[in-house]
Structures are given as structure tokens and as C-alpha cells.
Nanobody, 122 residues
Framework: QVQLVESGGGLVQAGGSLRLSCVASGRTFSWFAMAWFRQAPGKEREFVAAITRRGDTTYYADSVKGRFTISRDNAENTVYLQMNSLQPEDTAIYYC???????????????WGQGTQVTVSS
């Protein structure tokens, strides 16, 4: 079992930045690929970014490429999402997830956090 706890969400103006963190506990963090997903009101949960177990390869949704950066610190059991140039359409609940491989599909991840709200005002 893995427990994931996100933090770092909040309210920011368009063009601003936020850094999300997700701390894992319960099993060896480095066994898992990690990802961030988001869900806006009335919409399905969608892939944002993923990173391999060692952190050597990353993968982004086209909508965030060039603005968001996923990274991880296996010594601290933490995955991060640095979000720059935020836009109102980035408003959503952001979830971190852990799974056996880097993937854009929700079903590939076995463990999920409770989410953190990100609101971008225009």
C-alpha cells in the first residue's frame, strides 16, 4: 500500500507560478513511476505529466508542455510539479498517482492522492 499526500495548491493570477508536492509513504517510492493528473469541474480527469522510477524520462500532455515540469526526489519520497505561466484553463484539482510504469492512462496507476486545488484567476 502507498499513501500519497499532495500540497502546494492555491489561488494564483494568470501568468503566475505554483509548485505542487506529493509525498509518498508506505512502500519503496523508487519502485513506482509517478504522475500528475487533473480534473476540472464537469470534466473527466486528464493526464498532465509523468516521470519514470529513476526520474530520467518525463512525459507531458501537449497542453502543459513547456510550462510545467515534473521532477522527483527519491531520497525524500517526493514528486513535484512546477507550474509556470498558469492560465485560467489550468484551474482544476491536481492529483498525484503511483504505478508500475510511466503512462498517460489513468488505469495504469494503482495509488492516488486526495488532490489539491489549483485556481487561476484571469
Amino acid at each position: 500500500q502507498v499513501q500519497l499526500v499532495e500540497s502546494g495548491g492555491g489561488l494564483v493570477q494568470a501568468g503566475g507560478s505554483l509548485r505542487l508536492s506529493c509525498v509518498a509513504s508506505g512502500r519503496t517510492f523508487s519502485w513506482f513511476a509517478m504522475a500528475w493528473f487533473r480534473q476540472a469541474p464537469g470534466k473527466e480527469r486528464e493526464f498532465v505529466a509523468a516521470i519514470t522510477r529513476r526520474g530520467d524520462t518525463t512525459y507531458y500532455a501537449d497542453s502543459v508542455k513547456g510550462r510545467f515540469t515534473i521532477s522527483r526526489d527519491n531520497a525524500e519520497n517526493t514528486v513535484y510539479l512546477q507550474m509556470n505561466s498558469l492560465q485560467p484553463e489550468d484551474t482544476a484539482i491536481y492529483y498525484c498517482a503511483a504505478g508500475p510504469r510511466r503512462d498517460y492512462r489513468l488505469g495504469s496507476y494503482d495509488y492516488w492522492g486526495q488532490g489539491t486545488q489549483v485556481t487561476v484567476s484571469s
